[in-house]
């Protein structure tokens, strides 16, 4: 009895934290598309626009593992208010600047590197509170929560900051999402935090801060099943960080900028649809299934994509494919959150994510290079493909993206098939120990 009350009350903060980090997530939101259109209107240069997501990610994921392992060794609650707190002082110093008629792209770039920098603490600080507040049972459910936050800023902040722009200007839009942080803020303060039980893993890897940082990785590489997961992820990632990219241009060259919105607004809601189902259901019994199962429909949806181009196939498609996205990241958050020791969750969430992330900067970087200079010619008229495949799928402007669709469709249907066969990934759940969560242990104020 006294445990349920605890794990009762450990949820009740896990659900005040994530609105918390709900309210901020939509003020971030309203700041990246406000800042984009700012940079593209002074600028009209689609590579310094491009630019602004590099230093958004890229810090990030370098800083991970000395983050990760700071995480470990901080209160995971201080962690986030950290986090939040730098992040909302780089976006208050943009607002200032931009007052003052003083803001330049550099400027930019510099402070969303520095913001990326303190966002390096937050992943793994929410991921390790999580599963300290959050029964076993219910890690799923709780996934599919935070992605609801997700889902929430990416189909509700361009529609309302394109709306604002017009009311508050740009400044007013990045002191709104300077208020949405200190809301988060005040969230954390006023919620517990249990530390973490100290195990065998945890002290295992004291040391130096570099050694800490490190450790991250020799825990993973010690677990062949969570290798063969973080394979599996860094090689979808890179499909899908191919997809993101070319998707604009596959829609645009048969159809317009109106309809291309509608279909990645049906994008949006097939993505808060997966959240909700995620957040209901909690994935199934057996969590590798759901991560194989959804990556199934992931890449069927992509295969069916690259066909003849009709804009309900493609809003279909990407209803099914964003769908998915939200029941394999959470099953997958659920079995890296109860395999790992509580203690190290910090670290080794942080060299998860770098490794998991790192096929995307590559991803961005080849897919207009291989669109243009490879698969387009390909299928243009007379192309070396229009009388075999181009008789199927067509040939022309955007034919030879379909047909990179279809390869990635086949990319990801070829590695769910592999991680089948692996049977370290397979039986991961079975072979790994269950670490207890959400226990009563000592609580941080």
Not at 42 to 51: D, K, P
Not at 279 to 293: D, E, F, N
Not at 399 to 420: H, N, S
């Amino acid at each position: 009895m006294v445990m349920k009350i605890v794990a009762a009350r450990g949820f009740r903060a896990f659900l005040l934290i994530w609105f918390g980090q709900l309210i901020s997530l939509m003020g971030s939101g309203l700041t990246g598309f406000a800042l984009g259109v700012w940079v593209y209107q002074r600028t009209g240069s689609v590579t310094q626009f491009a630019l602004i997501s590099l230093f958004t990610a890229l810090p990030g994921i370098v800083f991970s593992p000395i983050a990760g392992a700071l995480v470990d060794r901080w209160d995971r609650r201080q962690a986030m208010i950290l986090s939040d707190l730098g992040a909302g002082l780089c976006t208050l110093s943009m607002a200032l600047l931009l007052l003052a008629g003083r803001l330049e792209v550099w400027h930019i770039y510099l402070a969303m590197a520095i913001s990326s920098t303190f966002s390096a603490f937050q992943w793994p600080a929410y991921s390790a509170a999580t599963t300290l507040l959050v029964p076993q049972e219910h890690l799923g459910r709780a996934s599919g929560l935070v992605q609801i936050g997700e889902a929430a800023a990416q189909i509700l902040s361009p529609t309302l900051a394109g709306v604002l722009i017009g009311i508050i200007r740009v400044h007013g839009i990045m002191l709104v999402d300077f208020a949405t942080l200190l809301f988060a803020v005040l969230t954390l303060l006023v919620s517990r935090v249990p530390r973490p039980a100290r195990t065998a893993e945890g002290k295992a890897g004291e040391g130096s801060l570099l050694r800490e940082a490190i450790y991250g990785w020799e825990y993973i590489r010690a677990r062949p099943g969570l290798i063969g997961l973080l394979l599996f992820f860094a090689m979808t990632n890179f499909a899908t960080g191919i997809v993101q990219v070319l998707f604009t241009p596959l829609v645009l060259s048969f159809a317009t900028a109106a309809v291309l919105g509608l279909i990645m607004s049906t994008g949006g809601l097939g993505f808060l649809a997966g959240s909700l189902t995620m957040s209901v259901w909690g994935g199934p019994k057996r969590r590798i299934y759901g991560i194989l199962a959804a990556n199934l429909l992931m890449g069927a949806a992509l295969f069916i994509a690259g066909f003849p181009p009709r804009a309900w196939i493609l809003a279909a498609g990407a209803f099914l494919f964003f769908f998915s996205m939200p029941i394999t990241n959470g099953c997958s958050q659920a079995i890296w959150q109860s395999k790992t020791a509580p203690d190290v969750q910090g670290r080794v969430f942080a060299v998860r994510r770098m490794i998991a992330w790192s096929s995307l900067p590559l991803a961005y970087l080849i897919a207009g290079p291989l669109a243009d200079h490879v698969f387009e010619p390909l299928l243009a008229e007379g192309g070396p493909l229009a009388n075999t495949v181009g008789q199927i799928i067509g040939v022309g402007t955007g034919r030879g993206i379909g047909f990179l669709y279809i390869v990635l469709g086949c990319v990801i249907l070829m590695a769910v098939l592999a991680a089948f066969l692996y049977p370290r990934l397979r039986q991961v759940e079975l072979e790994l120990p269950n670490y207890v969560t959400a226990e009563p242990a000592s609580a941080a104020k």
